[in-house]
């Protein structure tokens, strides 16, 4: 069984967004045709609290994209984005939210991110996502969404580990590429046994 995972298509990470990226939105129609061709649709959207700890605003003196050391290791700071029932939350108005089977929601605790669709940021504490699959009978992952060399780097990495059958499809994600993120993050879905498509 063969699931399309489609990470974080929401305002926030659009033009307009509060954390854009780059031609976030050409990908939205080209995912809603693919959403026909599988047995499952599963899309994550970013939930944060007001105050959430990846937050530059939540630490005296920093500003956006800096990283700092959490309890968990190492954290890039954001600016406020999909903040929980905020219209910047929402998924990209144009995504076929109708046909999703699930939607999972990650982020919400304060004290820690969630980039990957799998675990928070502390490799460590799931989301529930790998349950939901397996019962489900899905072995084959394509991924698709924003941003390419976060939370799709984390979701696909994590779930070539946990043995599913992962493709990214890089002409349906777009990046947000501080300081060669992208290019490392192709390279660690690549040895972690991702198929970049
Ligand atoms: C994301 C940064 C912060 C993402 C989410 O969806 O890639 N990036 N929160
Ligand atoms: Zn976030």
Redesign the pocket.
């Known amino acids: 069984m063969h699931a399309l995972v489609v990470i974080d298509v929401q305002n926030d990470f659009c033009p307009g967004g509060a954390l854009a990226v780059d031609r976030g939105d050409e990908i939205v129609q080209p995912i809603n045709a693919l959403m026909a061709e599988v047995d499952a649709v599963v899309l994550t959207q970013?939930w944060?609290p007001a105050g959430h700890s990846?937050f530059a605003s939540s630490h005296q003196g920093k500003t956006p994209f800096e990283l700092i050391e959490m309890p968990y290791g190492p954290q890039v700071l954001?600016p406020d984005?999909?903040i929980q029932g905020s219209p910047g939350a929402n998924f990209h108005p144009d995504l076929e939210v109708d046909r999703a089977d699930m939607i999972i929601r990650k982020?919400f605790r304060a004290a820690i991110?969630s980039y990957s669709a799998f675990f928070e940021n502390d490799h460590q504490t799931p989301t529930g996502l790998e349950g939901y699959l397996r019962t489900r009978g899905i072995d084959r992952l394509t991924m698709v969404g924003l941003a390419t060399d976060f939370c799709v780097n984390f979701s696909a990495v994590d779930a070539a580990k946990l043995g599913f059958q992962v493709t990214v499809l890089q002409d349906l994600c777009r990046a947000i590429d501080l300081e060669g993120s992208l290019q490392t993050a192709l390279d660690g879905m690549r040895q972690a046994g991702v198929t970049l498509a």
């Open positions: 970013d944060h990846s954001w984005h999909c982020g991110d």
